[in-house]
């Protein structure tokens, strides 16, 4: 079984940071990839930014310069963390963010996707 968990959503002001993490946990053979997602009310889910095994990285237009995912190496029982610092936060980036995996497991491929962590930035 796989998972992924994320923390560190919450209140923020305009011009404010926060930082996400999505650790993922169980039987991996390996990540392909993981990305952030966001989903805002009345609107459709999108891609926020993206890193591959090899670490490139891409971003939405709308968080360039502002936000910036990371990986770090397992530790315990986390297979690899995932970090999304988000700077200079802006009212727009208000939704509901979701982690997701491409994750190879001893028996199958998955797509796997977090619970999502609400991030509200106040004006």
């Known amino acids: 079984q796989v998972q992924l968990v994320e923390s560190g959503g919450g209140l923020v002001q305009t011009g404010g940071s926060l930082r996400l993490s999505c650790a993922a946990s169980g039987s991996i053979d390996s990540i392909n990839a993981m990305g952030w997602y966001r989903q805002a009310p009345g609107k459709q889910r999108e891609l926020v930014a993206r890193?591959?095994?090899?670490?490139?990285?891409?971003?939405?237009?709308s968080v360039k310069g502002r936000f910036t995912i990371s990986r770090d190496h397992a530790k315990n029982t986390v297979y690899l963390q995932m970090n999304l610092q988000m700077n200079s936060l802006k009212p727009e980036d208000t939704a509901v963010y979701y982690c997701n995996a491409d994750v190879r497991t001893p028996d199958r491929y998955l797509d796997i996707w977090g619970q999502g962590t609400l991030v509200t930035v106040s004006s």
């Open positions: 890193i591959t095994s090899g670490g490139s990285t891409n971003y939405a237009d």
